[in-house]
T-cell receptor
Framework: DADVTQTPRNRITKTGKRIMLECSQTKGHDRMYWYRQDPGLGLRLIYYSFDVKDINKGEISDGYSVSRQAQAKFSLSLESAIPNQTALYFC?????????????FGPGTRLTVL | KNQVEQSPQSLIILEGKNCTLQCNYTVSPFSNLRWYKQDTGRGPVSLTI?????NTKSNGRYTATLDADTKQSSLHITASQLSDSASYICVVSAYSNDYKLSFGAGTTVTVRA
């Protein structure tokens, strides 16, 4: 779904490097989320934001930070990447109200930390 | 802790056959349950949603059922097609925090010709 885009789609980096993953949406949604997906586990929430001035930690925020630069943009940063942050990362959006909190996901970023 | 368990972890079926995926959850208080389809290299896409009062919902060849008393759901795929090969994820939300979703690990379905 081109309404939620993520860049880059794939990234290989080394331990200790700083890396930023970017998410943009054209759906006009207020709420944005960052998740990570690991094999054999369900998606886990890293951070979420309800508007430009609102940032909230999810269940696994340690080692990550985020920036909500505009309603349409939500970036995830790894200040000093480590190998166990190797995962598939998804950005998602949802409306503040309406169809029972359906979240719309981007295509994902596959991150490998060596 | 809210949990969502899915079974089987993976399955292989022949094109044209049916299959059923299972989801058990402990999320409380229950708000709704969604089944998402995740194609390889793509993000999850919602297939169905059911609230407490709904016990079945269809989307084409996909039929989801919900038993809120036993906290179980199933997703039935009828007359499978090669394009059904994907991971199917059960996602449950609690009434108090509708934006915090509990995700199952998914069932990987492979449809073979």
């Amino acid at each position: 779904d081109a309404d939620v885009t993520q860049t880059p789609r794939n990234r290989i980096t080394k331990t200790g490097k700083r890396i930023m993953l970017e998410c943009s949406q054209t759906k006009g949604h207020d709420r944005m989320y960052w998740y990570r997906q690991d094999p054999g586990l369900g998606l886990r929430l890293i951070y979420y934001s309800f508007d430009v001035k609102d940032i909230n930690k999810g269940e696994i925020s340690d080692g990550y930070s985020v920036s909500r630069q505009a309603q349409a943009k939500f970036s995830l940063s790894l200040e000093s990447a480590i190998p166990n942050q190797t995962a598939l990362y998804f950005c998602a959006t949802s409306q503040t109200s309406g169809r029972a909190n359906e979240q719309f996901f981007g295509p994902g970023t596959r991150l490998t930390v060596l | 802790k809210n949990q969502v368990e899915q079974s089987p972890q993976s399955l292989i079926i022949l094109e044209g056959k049916n299959c059923t995926l299972q989801c058990n959850y402990t999320v409380s208080p229950f708000s709704n349950l969604r089944w998402y389809k995740q194609d390889t290299g793509r993000g999850p896409v919602s297939l169905t949603i059911m609230t407490f009062s709904e016990n079945t919902k269809s989307n084409g060849r996909y039929t989801a059922t919900l038993d809120a008393d036993t906290k179980q759901s199933s997703l039935h795929i009828t007359a499978s097609q090669l394009s059904d090969s994907a991971s199917y994820i059960c996602v449950v939300s609690a009434y108090s925090n509708d934006y915090k979703l509990s995700f199952g690990a998914g069932t990987t379905v492979t449809v073979r010709a």
